[in-house]
């Protein structure tokens, strides 16, 4: 079992002693079961990843000193996941999902369907936090208010395509499919974007609520230069399988899937 890996915001560096906040404390010496002398990887997106040994325990506190450093932190692609927030569970797991699947920035937006007008911040957090810690990444995504769509895309960073998972077809009006044909296929609607080379390139996907989007919303967002729609198949997913599916076809035509 490797040795478990935690977060920490505190400088990462040879020797130093960290005091662990309450509630890691908590983690570390109850859920870890690790006492002094016992090895953990602390890390984060500025320092990389350290072996560090328990040097104090006690009730709600808990010190380790750090050893040696293990890895150098490796930026995540420069991908935000704009997404419309559905039932609790699903919400948590694409919060979890989009972690693991290296999101930079995990941004709630509310449609015109959207059942969710708000997320629990402080809840996403902590799911993204702990989903860092097992994916191995060095970065917990930023998870941002929720957000309405329009205000989400006021003043965007036209170098950052968004991806916008369009589940009807070319007719605004039309239900699934439309008459006038679908939107590309994303790996070939991401073929002319230049891949991210560790992070200088930005990208971004948008994926509807459970009740799609409205004529207006695809009209609006068609209309719009930096927007990409794209088909995700012949089969409409649920919301939070289209996350999955296109984020992970995102990473292996675009992102870092591509590295070896
Ligand atoms: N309009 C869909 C329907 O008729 O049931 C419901 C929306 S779907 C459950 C949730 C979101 O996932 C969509 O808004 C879209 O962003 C994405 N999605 C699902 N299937 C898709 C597909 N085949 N192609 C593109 N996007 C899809």
């Known amino acids: 079992m490797p040795e478990p890996r935690l977060l920490i915001d505190q400088d990462l560096h040879a020797g130093a002693e960290i005091a662990l906040d309450e509630a890691q404390a ?7 079961r690790l006492d002094v002398g ?3 990887r602390p890390f984060n997106a500025r320092d990389g990843e350290w072996r560090a040994r328990v040097t104090v325990r006690e009730k709600r506190a808990m010190r380790v000193v750090l050893e040696a450093q293990l890895r150098q932190a490796q930026p995540s692609p420069d991908l935000d996941l704009l997404f419309a927030p559905v039932k609790r569970h699903a ?4 919060v979890e999902k989009a ?6 920035r995990i941004k709630p937006v509310v449609t015109r369907r959207t059942i969710a007008e708000t997320v629990r911040v402080d809840r996403l957090e902590s799911i993204a936090r702990e989903a860092a810690e097992q994916t191995e990444r060095f970065d917990a995504p930023e998870i941002f208010e929720a957000t309405p769509l329009p205000k989400a895309l006021d003043g965007w960073d036209a170098s950052r395509p968004l991806i916008y998972a369009d589940e009807a077809g070319d007719e605004a009006d039309k239900a699934w499919g439309g008459a006038a044909g679908r939107a590309r296929p994303i790996a070939e ?19 509807g609520p459970e009740g799609g989007f409205t004529p207006e919303e695809r009209r609006m967002l068609r209309a719009l230069p930096y927007v990409v729609p794209v088909s995700l198949g012949p089969r409409i997913l649920r919301a939070e399988t289209a996350v999955i599916a296109a984020l992970s076809v995102i990473q292996s035509v675009w ?3 591509r590295e070896a």
């Open 26 to 32: 908590r983690h570390v010496g109850t859920v870890l």
């Open 91 to 94: 919400t948590d797991l694409i």
């Open 38 to 40: 016992g090895h953990l």
């Open 189 to 207: 609607a991401l073929q002319p974007l230049s891949p991210s080379l560790k992070g200088e390139e930005k990208l971004a996907l948008l994926i």
């Open 255 to 257: 992102g870092d899937w």
């Open 99 to 104: 972690t693991e699947l290296g999101a930079r």
